[in-house]
């Protein structure tokens, strides 16, 4: 399981082993969402720094990137060939890091969702 806090801390996603990813609400312990799209578990999660884009890495070698409002799929980003082991944005939230069991680091445009 994986947890990451929004950064206004009001937010809090877990990515479980039943390959789905839910978002809390923090102040009153309640479920806002549960998102699916995932075929294998979810290993990591991250908000990007403004906390509007929320993503999630998985045993699917695959990461999906989900609005935080809308709670709706924005894309996939594929380019590993084993699990995600993490992802991680950069403080400016302009580019997503992910690092995969297949031993390399890829970095991402956000905008433009490419390496």
């Known amino acids: 399981m994986s947890v990451s806090f929004s950064p206004d801390g009001k937010k809090l996603a877990s990515g479980c082993s039943d390959k789905t990813l839910t978002m809390w609400d923090v102040q009153s312990q309640t479920l806002l ?8 578990k ?4 991250s908000f990007s720094p ?7 890495g998985s045993h699917d070698k695959t990461i999906l990137v989900w609005d ?7 894309g996939k980003l594929e380019g590993h060939n084993d ?11 302009k580019l997503l ?10 970095l ?6 490419n390496i």
Do not use: M, N, Y
């Not at 969402?33 to 294998?40: A, I, P, Q």
């Not at 403004?50 to 999630?56: E, F, H, P, T, Y």
């Not at 935080?68 to 924005?74: A, C, R, Y």
């Open 33 to 40: 969402c549960r998102l699916e799209g995932h075929s294998g």
């Open 42 to 45: 979810v290993s990591s999660v």
């Open 50 to 56: 403004d906390g509007k884009i929320l993503v999630s």
């Open 68 to 74: 935080t409002e809308s709670h709706q799929s924005l």
């Open 83 to 93: 699990a995600i082991s993490g992802v991680a944005f950069s403080p400016d939230g």
């Open 97 to 106: 890091a992910s690092g995969s069991d297949d031993s390399t680091i890829l």
């Open 108 to 113: 991402w445009d956000v905008k433009t969702k």
